[in-house]
């Protein structure tokens, strides 16, 4: 039985009984299924495990700050972010930003609570919702504010056993997760990610995805695939899949980040919500690690990559070939879903044919989806090398003409892959 090294999409086949229990383990079988993959044979050894409910939903997992700011913003008259940045002036939060608090996706800084609050002529504390009320629903929610291409927000239950079983691994090693972007190339944020799968595993670059089968010592998915049978066989990936995303660990994180967010707001309405978090999180047994906070979730860097259809423009400074990135104040609407990224060069590189007045477009892609000839992206952070792609040999050859750079395809495999979908001419 052959296994893929990483496959550009899921749905791959290794035989049939393995469609007929894809989603878990076959206990009269000796072969294992974790998602798309199996290894076999093993020998069963089952372990005892307390019944814990685990949230499934990843549009639940990430939905971290319901609140009431949409709702605020319409009835302000503001259709949309577009027009609510755009009429107000608002500096402190950049588009992407806003758009992923208003989803709930990250919490906001306690200054950009005051800002937006201030712009919609209300209190800060009226843009929160009130959580812990019973007939609160966190799904409905997240359903409701969650657009429909963003609709896969969130791993599987077969992401989940990957992020647990690194977690697992990660620890056995005595590494933190700022460890590992040195010893392993993985950057802190990202780990962090995967092992909340906060993302499906197929969607990380070939990079990522390599540097996660190197911290659980192998080279392929395959060996990732082993660990996690490995785990769940000695019932550790249980109690991880538990600690990770149960109910209860979730109503613990999402808590206490809310309520050191909430004791940073000041007036008495704030003060009130606060005690009320705290007594309730008493009552479950949530422990208030609050005070040993000291960054909410919200702090971390924006994706580059905007998977909303309107898109904040990007600027770049070319040196050598790489453009630096930053944001501007101006919006564009693209006409395709998924992640995506909007930029203006400040130089030719590609000559004439693309102007560096013109508006370039990218879709993320697996590199695996380059066909014929094609203009890519290549992204490091938020940086970003534009270039020719065409086919030579079985792969592909690489080029820019302003400067004169050339390269292929699997030579740049730590960068993550876009091709140009739109082109708006000034």
């Known amino acids: 039985m052959a296994f893929p090294d990483f496959p550009s999409e899921k749905g791959i086949l290794l035989g049939p009984r393995v469609i007929e229990f894809r989603d878990g383990r076959d206990p ?5 299924a974790i998602g798309d993959y199996a290894v076999a044979p093993v020998a069963a050894k089952f372990v005892e495990q307390p019944q814990v409910q685990i949230v499934d939903s990843g549009i639940v997992r990430s939905t971290v700050f319901p609140n009431k700011l949409r709702d605020l913003r319409r009835k302000a008259g503001y ?10 002036g608002l500096e402190e939060v950049n588009y992407i930003r806003l758009a992923k608090i208003e989803r709930g996706q990250i919490f906001p800084r306690p200054d950009e609570v005051v800002a937006l609050a201030k712009l919609l002529n209300v209190e800060p504390m009226s843009l929160f919702i009130d959580t812990v009320e019973k007939d609160f629903d966190r799904e409905s929610w997240a359903r409701d504010h969650t657009e429909a291409s963003l609709t896969y927000r969130g791993g599987t239950r077969e992401d989940m056993k990957i992020g647990a079983a690194l977690r697992i691994r990660r620890r056995e090693l005595g590494l933190s997760t700022t460890d590992l972007k040195k010893k392993f190339g993985m950057p802190a944020a990202t780990a962090s990610r995967i092992e909340n799968a906060e993302r499906p595993f197929h969607r990380w670059p070939d990079k990522i995805r390599k540097s996660a089968a190197k911290l659980m010592g192998g080279t392929s998915m395959r060996d990732i695939a082993r660990s ?8 550790r990936l249980d109690a991880m899949m538990a600690e990770l995303f149960s109910q209860r660990s979730l109503d613990q994180r999402h808590n ?16 009130n919500f606060a005690a009320k978090l705290e007594n309730m999180m008493a009552e479950k047994g949530l422990v208030d690690w609050s005070s040993k906070l000291s960054l909410v979730a919200a702090g971390a860097q924006p994706d580059i990559f905007c998977e909303d259809r309107t898109m904040s423009v990007l600027e770049g400074k070319t040196h050598e070939g790489w453009t630096m990135l ?16 909007a930029f203006k060069l400040d130089k030719p590189v590609l000559g004439i044919g693309i102007p560096s007045s013109a508006l370039l477009v990218f879709e993320l892609i697996d590199r695996s989806e380059v066909e014929g000839e094609m203009v890519l992206a290549l992204i490091d952070g938020s940086r970003v090398r534009v270039v020719s792609a065409r086919p ?13 750079w050339q390269s292929t395809l699997s ?10 979908s739109q082109i708006e001419m000034a």
Request: cysteine-free.
């Open 228 to 235: 996690v049978t490995a785990y769940e066989q000695e019932g």
């Open 392 to 404: 030579a040999g079985r792969g592909f050859k690489l080029a820019q003409v302003n400067p004169d």
């Open 256 to 271: 206490a980040s809310l309520l050191f967010l909430v004791k940073k707001i000041p007036g008495k309405k704030a003060e």
């Open 79 to 88: 259709e949309t972010l577009v027009d609510f940045i755009r009429e107000t």
């Open 326 to 341: 930053s944001e501007t104040k101006k919006t564009f609407t693209r006409n395709f879903d998924g992640p995506g990224i």
């Open 411 to 420: 030579k740049e495999s730590d960068v993550r892959v876009a091709k140009l």
């Open 28 to 32: 009269k079988s000796p072969i294992i």
